[in-house]
């Protein structure tokens, strides 16, 4: 029986936070400084957040690897992996298909 590690869980959360807060300030479609008005700490405060995405994207690959490699050495073998990878691929494919037909959809100016 695999123990649960939640705090791992928790960092992976935090890193996942980190890198949506980055897009909320770097990748938006308008300046978030220039949006907010009034104290300049919650600036400051979304700038610190915003340029530590890295950090975050480090951290979530990490501890994911961590989980995949922590698996007990009798349940790893060829047709886990490969059913594994298989399973992954169906889903990625599904969301990149479904993605595709939205945009196809909704965006017809462009």
């Known amino acids: 029986m695999v123990k649960k590690q939640s705090n791992f869980q928790l960092l992976k959360i935090v890193a996942m936070l980190m890198i949506v807060a980055h897009h909320l300030v770097s990748k938006n479609a308008f300046n978030v400084d220039t949006e907010i008005v009034g104290l300049t700490a919650n600036k400051l405060l979304l700038q610190i957040l ?18 995949l490699s922590s698996k007990e050495e009798d349940s790893i073998n060829i047709k ?25 959809i909704f965006n017809r100016g462009g």
């Not at 950090?55 to 961590?66: D, K, P, Q, R, V």
């Open 50 to 67: 915003g340029n530590n995405a890295f950090i975050g994207n480090n951290l979530f690959f990490l501890i994911s690897a961590w989980f």
């Open 80 to 104: 886990y992996s490969f059913s594994s990878c298989v399973r992954l691929e169906r889903i990625v494919l599904f969301y990149s298909i479904s993605l595709l037909c939205l945009s196809l």
